[in-house]
């Protein structure tokens, strides 16, 4: 295995990664267009995450200096740090396991070319174990934003029993001046809203990169699927050089044939 350094790296500017693209294009191995969309969706989840980070980062410092630190306040901050801090690390350990995977599959696959020639290129899938952590990474995602969504539902309940118990004792004072008691609560204050927004912010990255996630399952469906269809590489490109020959040895008969026709003229 690689050093956590490797997955440092952008996915698509890896050494391995680069060269077994190279590899498949020269050889014109089909497969190379399913597997770089993979590569392409994975890629995708790296600058999702790392667009999540940095907005998530402003947000929070945004929050702690607008805001008194009440007690209350200060709580919630601690506690939306922390699991903001949580989620992302745990997206962001699935996501470079992910990478390590299909980083070793491509060194695994380069190897195997440079032993066996051409044939090592045959169903290239079964040298990458990317579908296991890939559903992994979709069951975190579906859990961390499970829990954005219930945070998020806390806060607007919180919000809602606060402005309603502030209207009831709003209606107390109104009634004992004789005036006409306040029908509705307010809306959400600002306070609530602006707690709500890491929250919203992390939803969005986690649920774009849950779409990245399928649709790399998706391709790698295809990719699978056509390695079980389509002949071996080697099988293909000895049938073409049967076409190219038997080309060649039927092109001098066609000139002859051609020939005596315009003579007989």
């Excluded at 391709?219 to 050089?241: C, F, M, N, Y």
């Amino acid at each position: 295995m690689e050093n956590t350094a490797t997955t440092a790296t952008p996915l698509l500017e890896n050494e391995y990664v680069k060269e077994l693209l190279a590899v498949m294009e020269a050889n014109r191995v089909p497969a190379v267009k399913d597997l770089l969309a993979v590569f392409n969706q994975v890629s995708a989840m790296e600058r999702q995450l790392d667009t999540a980070v940095t907005e998530l980062a402003v947000l929070r410092r945004e929050l702690s200096a607008s805001q008194k630190q009440t007690r209350p306040v200060k709580a919630v901050l601690q506690n939306t740090g922390a699991a903001m801090e949580k989620s992302v690390t745990t997206v962001r350990d699935r996501l470079d396991a992910t990478k390590q995977v299909v980083i070793d599959g491509c060194k695994n696959i380069l190897d195997a070319f440079r032993e066996k020639g051409i044939s090592a290129l045959d169903n290239i899938t079964r040298f990458f174990k990317l579908r296991p952590v890939l559903e992994t990474m979709r069951t975190e995602l579906d859990k961390s934003i499970r829990d954005d969504r219930s945070a998020m539902d806390k806060i607007e309940t919180v919000s809602a029993e606060y402005h309603e118990a502030g209207r009831h004792i709003k209606n107390m004072g109104r009634t004992l001046m004789g005036n006409e008691a306040a029908a509705e609560a307010k809306p959400m204050g600002k306070l609530a809203k602006s707690l709500e927004a890491p929250f919203r912010a992390e939803l969005s990255c986690l649920s774009s990169m849950k779409k990245s996630v399928e649709k790399a399952l998706l391709r790698l469906t295809a990719l699978e699927q056509s390695a079980q269809r389509k002949p071996s590489v080697q099988q293909s490109i000895h049938a073409l050089s049967e076409k190219l020959a038997r080309e060649q040895k039927s092109a001098p008969a066609a000139e002859r044939s051609r020939s005596v026709s315009h003579e007989a003229r």
